[in-house]
């Protein structure tokens, strides 16, 4: 027999209590400062508040982990069509960067485009984090979006086809529009990792919003604090996403 659903809510209820009386008794005792956050996210100016280096680090952020998603999804299109393709150099081409890419540590590849593609092509640090977060994600994401094109039924593609239409036209009114609407759950999955990841590009001297907590964090020693406040900022991001997404899924159920 299962516990009723208010008894489950009022035990979570009581167990947040005390993990917030708790955490503001040893807030008490280890003298935490939080008054001095919102220094870090707003500054005071000559013409009034502006971004403090916390908020600078977070714009720094959205735009990595924007652009990355953006480039990963063309990448992960574009592969796994690569992969379905009736070419087998080509099939073979988008399986190597697909393997290859899955099997090393993401911050290997940062790493290396960083320290050795990026001096030969004269490529910047904030654009180098890019390529290897796209990369990354762009591999997982073409498994995902070529188990959407396989889910969509043959017999769809071959009335299609009866009709006349051409593969492109096919592609853009059958099995997108499909394979969407089935993968894009997963998808979301892959973009809050990708979010999430984006905190390794701070090894490579990138100002964003792990790299400037770790330079408040060794100046002012406010350790939990920092750290509490970015963690904060990063739910947010993926909580906005995650939401975004949510509305989006729910739309398609309705138009398709």
Partial sequence: MYPPRNLIKSLLFVALMAAVLFTGYRGLEYNWQWYRIPHYFFTSGSGGPVPGILMQGLFVTVQISGISLLLSLFLGCFSAMARLSPFPVVRAL??????????????????????????????????????????????????????GILGVPKGQVEAAMGLGLSRPVIYYKVIFPQMLRTTLPMLAGQSVSLIKDSALVSTISIYDLTMQAQKIVSETFLTFEIWFAVALCYLAITASLSFLIRKLEIRMKFIL
Avoid: C, H, K
């Fill in 94 to 147: 988008a399986w190597i960067y697909v393997e290859t890419i899955r099997n090393t540590p993401l911050l290997i590849q940062i790493f290396m485009i960083y320290f050795v593609i990026s001096p030969v092509l004269d490529i910047s640090a904030f654009w180098s984090a890019v390529w290897a977060l796209s990369l990354f994600e762009g591999a997982y994401a073409s498994e995902i979006i070529r188990s």
